[in-house]
């Protein structure tokens, strides 16, 4: 696997004059086309993380290297970082500025100095692949909490990065929103795009990630495949997670752990033929 | 309800001694009317016409040869040194706005309320006078500490003038708004080159205006589920608070915002990919007729 990005005991404070540091020496390192689950309660550096990732904060001591480059403090190179890494934001409202769905995701592209054509296929593309072909000359304020949300997907998208950090994405999404974005992140998985999901819902994590971050109180305290962060209670409890339901229904009955209800199901039949 | 009393005085003292006495209250009870079914249901005014803007057939026509047109036609509108060609104007826009732009009559009309108070306040006291003598051309006159309140037929002519040509620019106007969405017009406002920064500002506040409006609702329907509202000193006291957090809560996303449009590679301007709208062969149509009366009608001087 190609590496994208990777973080050089990288840590950054928040200037409030708290003693307490956002994001302690952090060091880890992202690949092409992973999937991976962040996890962690609130405050735990989640978002500093990716923001560090994204270039919108620059580090306060070590370095965030992109595709084996450091990354400095100039302009230019912050740039290269902030379009090879894509951030879509917790909040939505926050993202949207422009008067319709068409323009504001032109936006990104427009930033990077496209050729109108590109801009106009690009935002097509992004439009085609979140189904909002629909809502194009809508304007945001009409648009519903997962809509929205497929907007500043598509936003980020339509800049096309190698890698998108989604900030809690599921958020404030009817059951029927969440399955919507599950399938959009497959979508985009499908694409090649290396995905980060920061959550809070280990469901989804378990069902979807096959890397994940364990972040608490601004330090990283486990980097591994779902199965090991999960079989680590001691781990979960101390960061205020807890174990998928899956792996405690397999827990009462005694049986290895399936990865969807379905699998669960064919243990159970299996069982009772035997 | 006062609108349409207000309505009433303005038309009687309008045509007071140019029309028969029946017909006069004929006109005053059918303005007076107008104005009861009119209004009576409320709008968040600049808002709602941005809805009616993208429900309007005529939304996707070219932007930048509406808002041309709507201004040469506001133009000649103000230049007209006679009642007949505003009006008639006035009618024709209303018309096409209403029917080629499919905006229902009834909503048309409660949106005309509100600048047909504004024209009526300033059309009474165009037409009302006051003299110590009582002049004698006066058609309508009372009494009024020592002196006279006096309507005379050269501030009805005037009167009439001024205000047929305000509902005509009203038209003009109304007739872009409610075909128009605002980010539309700001893309012509970019191209006819009106500075960067005051486009960027106006599209800036155009989104914003909508998030502070909902977080405005929000917080107002927290404080008064918390009976926040319950009496004047502590009504005060939490609008007070509500917008004292408003103004916290506007730094703080006005940070994230920035943020966000960083993340994005936004270098000092903002920039869009407009939609392209051809100028088609209907709205041409629509709107050569009465750019051409109107011209007819400064050139003439009906």
Same mark, same amino acid.
């Given at each position: ?274 | ?37 009119? %209004? ?61 732009? %499919? ?19 300033? %059309? ?40 047929? *040509? ?46 502070? &409006? ?38 703080? *996303?006005? %940070? ?21 709208? *051809? ?12 750019? &051409? ?10």
């Amino acid at each position: 696997m190609k590496e994208l990005l990777r973080f050089e005991q990288v840590s950054y404070q928040y200037d409030s004059g708290e003693e307490r540091e956002a994001l302690f020496p952090l060091s880890v390192c992202l690949y092409e086309g992973e999937k991976i689950a962040v996890l962690g309660s609130n405050g735990a550096g989640k978002s500093t993380f990716f923001l560090l990732a994204n270039g919108v904060l620059s580090p306060g001591s070590g370095t965030v290297v992109l595709e084996g480059t450091p990354i400095g403090k100039r302009e230019k190179q912050r740039m290269a970082l902030r379009r090879t890494v894509g951030l879509v934001f917790q909040d939505p409202d926050v993202q949207l500025l422009a008067g319709t769905v068409e323009e504001e995701i032109s936006f990104g592209p427009m930033n990077l100095g496209l050729p109108e054509e590109e801009v106009c296929r690009r935002v097509e593309m992004a439009l085609e692949s979140l189904g909002l072909t629909r809502y194009r000359s809508r304007g945001p304020q009409y648009l519903s909490g997962g809509e929205k949300r497929r907007v500043a997907i598509a936003d980020i998208l339509a800049m096309e990065p190698k890698l998108m950090l989604l900030d809690e994405p599921s958020s404030n999404l009817d059951p029927a929103g969440r399955q919507l974005l599950e399938e959009t992140l497959e979508t985009l998985h499908r694409k090649g795009m290396a995905l980060a999901v920061a959550t809070h819902d280990v469901d989804f994590a378990w069902r979807w990630a096959d890397r994940v971050l364990v972040f608490h109180g601004g330090r990283l305290e486990r980097d591994d495949k779902p199965e090991a962060v999960f079989a680590d209670e001691e781990l979960l409890s101390r960061c205020g997670l807890e174990q998928p339901i899956l792996w405690k229904v397999a827990k009462a009955l005694k049986i290895p752990v399936p990865k969807s209800p379905e699998e669960l199901a064919d243990y159970q039949i299996g069982r009772k033929t035997e | 309800m006062i609108a349409g009393i207000l309505a009433g005085l303005v038309f009687f003292s309008l045509f007071a001694g140019q029309l028969p006495l029946v017909w006069l209250a004929a006109v005053c009870l059918g303005v007076v009317l107008f104005f009861l079914l009119a %209004g009576g249901h409320h709008h968040d005014g600049v808002l709602t016409m941005d809805v009616y803007a993208r429900r309007s057939r005529l939304c996707r026509e070219n932007a930048a040869f509406k808002t041309g047109v709507s201004l040469v036609l506001l133009v000649l509108c103000i230049c007209c040194q006679s009642p007949v060609p505003p009006l008639c104007l006035f009618v024709f826009l209303s018309a096409v706005t209403v029917a080629a732009g %499919g905006i229902r009559l009834r909503t048309y009309l409660s949106l005309l309320t509100l600048p047909g108070v504004f024209l009526l306040l300033s %059309g009474l006291t165009l037409l009302w006078d006051y003299t110590s003598k009582l002049p004698e051309k006066a058609v309508l006159y009372l009494p009024f500490f020592g002196g006279w309140l006096a309507v005379l037929p050269a501030a009805q002519s005037l009167a009439m003038l001024v205000l047929s *040509r305000a509902l005509g620019a009203v038209s003009c106007l109304y007739f872009l708004s409610l075909s128009t969405p605002l980010p539309e017009l700001l893309a012509v406002l970019r191209r006819v080159h009106v500075p960067a920064i005051m486009v960027e500002l106006a599209v800036l506040i155009y989104r914003y205006i909508f998030i502070l &409006l909902a977080t405005f609702r929000d917080m107002k329907d927290s404080a008064a589920s918390r009976l926040g509202y319950r009496g004047l000193k502590r009504s005060l006291r939490t609008t007070g608070l509500v917008y004292g957090g408003l103004l916290a809560n506007s730094f703080r *996303r006005a %940070g994230a915002c920035f943020d966000a449009m960083e993340s994005r590679c936004y270098t000092g301007q903002i920039a869009f990919l407009t939609e392209k709208k *051809r100028v088609t062969a209907k709205v041409v149509g629509l709107l050569v007729l009465p750019v &051409l009366g109107m011209l007819a009608g400064v050139w003439f001087g009906f």
